[in-house]
Structures are given as structure tokens and as C-alpha cells.
């Protein structure tokens, strides 16, 4: 192993190690990266960029706590145990990690202590799963043998994250992949690693033997990729962009490791004449502004009915105008900034593609001024109306605050629209009509479709992609199959086993 860790703090900069065997280390070729306030344009903190080398380090530390350790030995019932602990370890320390991350991306203070006071209920949920029976006995078409199967964990996980949930989109595969039996390596997004790097240490605190969780931080390539290639690791749990998850299972293809992909949506959010327009209006607001619109399941595309579409622009664009744009820290602010320069040029730049394609601006479209931050990454709440399907406003993720209102006549022409679109995450649907909302939801093709309401997940329903929006599901009791290997056992419980080619003797 090399060098313990530099711990030093400069001028207001910490310095954080990968997480390797339960305690923070250097990088071997000592290459960091800093990690951003966006709110305020500082650098807080730097994290190692890790190395092939560092990559290794963490892949040998996941593999001989899978195949050698103190973890080998844990029953499911310990394992359940160390779950419950770690919840409770996240839990005290809810606000700490919480104001890690708002450093981190921006989000608003409220919203990430809600997550994180969230976390312990899916560790609770995953250590109940842990001790459930998983396998079965198979009846043969062949006498005096027993079958029977049981569900055994893959080996080395790698979760590579995004910045905009990092620790909940972190949870979603810790708690299932831990409850099976697994080690992990998590690499986050290189916009939010220190987050990750305080969540291992508590893990530790907890009680959790050393190389089952490693933290890796650093850029996609060189850490994401040494990862994705490595013959170490058994499986890639992935959550981000479209485009990386296609390189990335294109590179794990080539060792065969198991992959699960959440990606990215381009939702629709779809509104018929007769819904309840206040409820509605709540739900495209929150869908499309909640978290700045950084959320895969961001309800980007709002359709809405012929006879009521002037009535909603007018109200939806009134509520997106009076939206606090502030100080994330700040618990009266209604929309922080959004995570990383890159994201917030790549946000404004999809206002002028929606303008020069000729959708028609009727709220924000600016970056937006806060006080006291004139570096903030801070972007005005924007709508576009008059959007067609075939814009790229209305076909590429943009994952900022941008709506795009597209009218529709009938619902034939709502459910073609919605599902014009390569992505399938989710979908929402405003009716007061019952028999319309189960016809509209057995049509659209996405892996949640969210019925008079918007933007829901729990530890207890899977969640994922159609199309390509992602492969496999996060959450739910499902969730553990992805984390797991059925192997089949033939037993004999006849007369031993007849020469093959002699049977009768
Ligand atoms: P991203 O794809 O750029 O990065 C995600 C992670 O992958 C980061 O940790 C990054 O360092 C790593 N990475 C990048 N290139 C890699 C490579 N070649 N090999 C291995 N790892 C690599 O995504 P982002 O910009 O951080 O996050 C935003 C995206 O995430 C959006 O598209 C959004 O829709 C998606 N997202 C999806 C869900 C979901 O559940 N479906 C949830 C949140 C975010």
C-alpha cells in the first residue's frame, strides 16, 4: 500500500484518500482533482484522480474480503445486523452528509437531509430481504434425485454513480448488494466524491470488515474505465448518462460482467383536459423543477390537452416564475444551483437550440442572478411552449431546469408523442378519468408511469429503464436477483450412479 494519507487541510482545502481496507490512502502516482463549490465557485476539497495502479489496490482489498475475510463468515443474519447499524450510523450523522453534498452539487439542504434521513429505511428494508429464503426444491421427471437451488453472491461489485443523488443512487445498490454477500468498490461521480469517501468511513464505524466497501474517486477515464475493464470485478452497477452506459457495457462485454444500467429519460408528463389542474400543476413543477430538473426521471416533456394548453402555459408559466432561486444552504430556497460548469453551459446552450428550433420562450432562459454568489452556477426556472416532438429540445436530455410544453388533440396522439422518444424511464399521467389512466398507463412505454402524481420512488418498488433508458431494476425484493448467482444442486438420493454404458449390470 502506499503513503498514509496527506488528512492536511490548506487554506480551507481538504484533502481526502481513496478508501481502501477501511481507511483513507494516497494515490500511488499522487494525482488529485478538485472538487467545486457551484454555488460559490471555491474549491473546498481534492480527491485522488485514481490510477490503474489505485484501481488494482481497491480490486485486490473488495476481493480478498469476498473470498478470504472476516466477511466470508457473516451470516445473513450478521450481514442484516451491519445494515441496521450503518443506517443508524447515517442517520446520526444525517445532516453532516447532507451538507457534504449540497457542497458537493448544489442541491438544496432540505431535500438532501431528506434523503439521507430516508437511507436507514432501505437498509432496513435490504436486511429483512437478507434473511429471506431465496432458493427453491425443483420437482425432476427423473426418480431418487433431489434439486435444489440457491441464490449466492456475484464477487466484487463496482458502483459507479452521478452527482445528483450521490449517496441515495448509492443506496439503491449498497443495500442489495451488501445484503447478498457482495464487496463493493464504489467510484462516484467525479463532481461529488467526498460524500462517498465520509459514507465508507461510517461504514467502517460501523462495524463493516475491511475491503467490503472501497471508495475510488476520479475522472471516468482513467478510474471509471480501470474498473469497467477489470477481470477482478464481477459486476458494474451503473447509474448516469445514456452515452456512458453504452460504453460501458460494450467494455464490460468483454469479460462478461454483469451490468445494470439506470440512465437517462426525456419523461413526459401528460395532461388531460379532465385532471385536477391544481394537483397537476403541483406535479409539473415539482417534475421538471425539483432539483433544478437534474433527475433521470425529470418530467422534461409536458403534453397537454388542445382544449386546455393556453390555460396551463399561463399558470405553469406563473409558478415557474415565482420559484426561489437562492442559496441551497438556505432553507427557504426553492431551486439551488445546478451540479458543474460543464452541465451549467451545456444547460444554457440547450436554450438557444430550443430557440433557434423554434420553440417559443415564455419563462426564464437566462442564467439567474442570486445575491451574494455572483459565481453560482444558477439557472432562471425556463419554459419553452409551442415545443413539436421532433425538436431536440423535446428528444435529448438536457437534465436542467428546462420544460417543454407540446399540445396534443386525443389521447391516441398523447400516447404516440410520449413514447416518440428512445428513452422509456417514466412517465406521469393527470386524469380524473380511472378507466383513461390504467388505458394510458398499459401503453406508455416506461418502467415507472406515476398516476395523478410525479416523481415517487421507494426501497419497496423497482425502478428502471425501457428502451434506453437503462437495463435491469434498482429497488424492491427483485433487486437482490441482480446481485446474485443461482446455482442449481443435483443430489442422488437413490443407488448411486449406473455405468453408463452397461445399465443393467
Ligand atoms: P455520466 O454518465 O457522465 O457519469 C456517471 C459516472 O460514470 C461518473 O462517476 C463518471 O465518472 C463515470 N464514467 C464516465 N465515463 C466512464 C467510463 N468510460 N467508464 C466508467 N465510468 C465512467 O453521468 P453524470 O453526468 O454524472 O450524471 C447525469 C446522468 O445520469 C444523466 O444522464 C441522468 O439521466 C443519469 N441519471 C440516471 C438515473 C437513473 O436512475 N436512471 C439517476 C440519476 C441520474
Known amino acids: 500500500m502506499s503513503q498514509s494519507l496527506p488528512g492536511t487541510s490548506v487554506a480551507g482545502v481538504t484533502r481526502y484518500g481513496l478508501f481502501i481496507g477501511n481507511q483513507q490512502i494516497a494515490p500511488v502516482d499522487g494525482e488529485y482533482l478538485d472538487v467545486v463549490n457551484p454555488a460559490t465557485g471555491k474549491v473546498w476539497a481534492q480527491v485522488p484522480n485514481a490510477s490503474v495502479k489505485d484501481v488494482d489496490m481497491a480490486v485486490e482489498s473488495a476481493r480478498s474480503a469476498f473470498e478470504e ?50 437511507m436507514p429505511e432501505y437498509f432496513n428494508y435490504y436486511a429483512g430481504l437478507a434473511q429471506m429464503p431465496t432458493g427453491s426444491t425443483n420437482p425432476l421427471h427423473v426418480k431418487q434425485m433431489l434439486n435444489y437451488t440457491v441464490r449466492e453472491p456475484l464477487g466484487v461489485v463496482a458502483a ?17 448488494a451488501l445484503a447478498a454477500g457482495n464487496t463493493v468498490i464504489a467510484k462516484p461521480s467525479e463532481v461529488t466524491p467526498v460524500s462517498a469517501i465520509r459514507f465508507a468511513e461510517l461504514a467502517a464505524e460501523a462495524g463493516l470488515p475491511p475491503g467490503v466497501f472501497n471508495v475510488v474517486t476520479g475522472l471516468g477515464s482513467p478510474s471509471g474505465s480501470a474498473l469497467t475493464g477489470h477481470p477482478g470485478v464481477d459486476k458494474i ?32 408528463n401528460i395532461v388531460f383536459s379532465d385532471a385536477d389542474l391544481t394537483s397537476a400543476i403541483n406535479g409539473l413543477v415539482a417534475g421538471i423543477f425539483g432539483a433544478s430538473g437534474q433527475t433521470c426521471m425529470a418530467g422534461s416533456r409536458i403534453l397537454v390537452q388542445d382544449t386546455m394548453y393556453d390555460q396551463v ?11 426561489k432561486v437562492g442559496d441551497p444552504q438556505n432553507p427557504a430556497s426553492e431551486m439551488g444551483t445546478v451540479a458543474c460548469r460543464p452541465q451549467f453551459e451545456k444547460v444554457l446552450s440547450y436554450i438557444d437550440i430550443a430557440k433557434s428550433d423554434g420553440a417559443r420562450l415564455v419563462a426564464g432562459g ?16 425556463t419554459v419553452f411552449a409551442d415545443v413539436t416532438n421532433d ?23 398523447a400516447v404516440r408523442i410520449a413514447n416518440e422518444t428512445q428513452f422509456g424511464l417514466a412517465a406521469g399521467i393527470w386524469t380524473g378519468n380511472v378507466q383513461r389512466a390504467h388505458r394510458v398507463a398499459s401503453r406508455l412505454r416506461a418502467g415507472t408511469v406515476w398516476i395523478n402524481n410525479y416523481r415517487k420512488t421507494s426501497y419497496a418498488t423497482p425502478f428502471g429503464g425501457y428502451k434506453q433508458s437503462g437495463l435491469g431494476r434498482e429497488n424492491g425484493a427483485d433487486a ?18 449406473k455405468d453408463p454404458f452397461n445399465p443393467r449390470a
Open 69 to 118: 475475510g472476516d466477511w466470508l463468515g457473516y451470516r445473513a443474519a450478521d450481514r442484516a445486523k451491519f445494515l441496521i447499524r450503518f443506517g443508524e450510523a447515517i442517520a446520526d450523522n444525517a445532516e453532516e452528509i447532507a451538507q457534504l453534498q449540497v457542497n458537493e452539487n448544489g442541491k438544496l439542504i432540505r431535500e438532501m437531509v431528506g434523503q439521507a434521513k430516508l
Open 160 to 176: 459507479i454513480t452521478p452527482w445528483n443523488s450521490p449517496l441515495l443512487l448509492l443506496v439503491w445498490k449498497l443495500g442489495p
Open 237 to 268: 452497477a451503473f447509474t448516469g448518462s445514456t452515452a456512458t452506459g453504452q460504453a460501458i457495457a460494450s467494455q464490460a462485454g468483454k469479460t462478461l460482467k454483469r451490468v445494470s444500467l439506470e440512465l437517462g429519460g426525456k419523461s413526459p
Open 313 to 323: 402555459v399561463e399558470e405553469f408559466v406563473r409558478r415557474a416564475e415565482a420559484i
Open 366 to 381: 437566462t442564467r439567474a442572478e442570486v445575491d451574494g454568489f455572483p459565481d453560482g452556477l444558477f439557472v432562471r426556472p
Open 391 to 413: 425538436m431536440r429540445i423535446a428528444q435529448e436530455e438536457v437534465f436542467g431546469p428546462i420544460a417543454s410544453l407540446i399540445r396534443f388533440h386525443d389521447e391516441d396522439e
Open 480 to 497: 437482490l436477483r441482480e446481485y446474485t448467482e443461482e446455482k442449481s444442486v443435483w443430489v442422488d438420493t437413490g443407488q448411486g450412479v
